[in-house]
């Protein structure tokens, strides 16, 4: 064999590696950087409402059977909220709470929300919305979503270490563009990477009108 033929099968393997290495690493569920993924040539964004935890229409409104206000904590319920409203349905923040307060297995006794009971609220769409995915991410169920135009929610954290859940809505290279229910999203649309690593944890319903999602 020649030098030359050896160099050609050497760089060809190569490079079979480096892009096994990326596929593995894209689909692979764990938690993640703020940005990365399949790079977006263009900017684009999934449509969908903006609810704030703080708007003065639902913000004192008490989370679940707990002492604090949506206001204060309500961040998962109003993503929850905005996934659904980006559906068709119409809620916001005080009617999703007020549903799930009413319902048996609405909340955890700690005020944390039961994401297969949201869906309910939709008694049309529920099967079709459910099983949902509640675990680690990937960039794969995330850009995958995001391509077929299905929204999802994201556990992140403050800088000062408190959970936070955003939406994840759009892509701008390799930048994740997301609604933010808490302070943030006075701003309209910002990027993930506005907080620290690393992706906590990921949340997505199935789209209605496609039969599967993952």
């Not at 449509?47 to 002492?67: C, I, K, M, N, V």
């Not at 892509?171 to 649309?189: N, T, W």
Request: glycine share 12%; aromatic share 12%.
């Amino acid at each position: 064999m020649s030098a030359r033929r050896f160099l050609i099968i050497v760089f060809c393997l190569l490079i079979l590696g480096a892009a096994t290495h990326w596929v593995v690493d894209w689909v692979r569920p764990r938690p993640l950087p703020t940005s990365g993924g399949v790079f977006s040539p263009v900017r684009f964004e999934i449509s969908g409402p903006h609810f704030l935890q703080g708007d003065a229409r639902w913000a004192s409104d008490l989370l679940a059977e707990t002492p604090e206000t949506l206001g204060d904590a309500g961040c998962a319920v109003a993503s929850a909220a905005m996934v659904l409203g980006g559906y068709g349905i119409p809620l916001d923040p005080g009617r999703l709470n007020s549903f799930l307060r009413g319902v048996p297995g609405g909340y955890t006794p700690e005020g944390w929300i039961y994401w297969e009971k949201a869906a309910e609220i939709a008694p049309d769409l529920t099967t079709a919305l459910l099983p949902h995915y509640e675990d680690l991410p990937s960039f794969f169920l995330i850009d995958w979503n995001l391509m077929r135009g299905n929204p999802l929610i994201v556990r992140v954290r403050y800088p000062s270490g408190v959970t936070h859940f955003v939406v994840v809505c759009g892509k701008d290279g390799s930048e994740y563009l997301v609604r933010d229910p808490g302070e943030g999203g006075e701003r309209g649309l910002t990027r993930l990477s506005d907080f620290p690593a690393p992706v906590e944890a990921l949340r997505f319903y199935r789209k209605p009108g496609v039969e599967r999602e993952f």
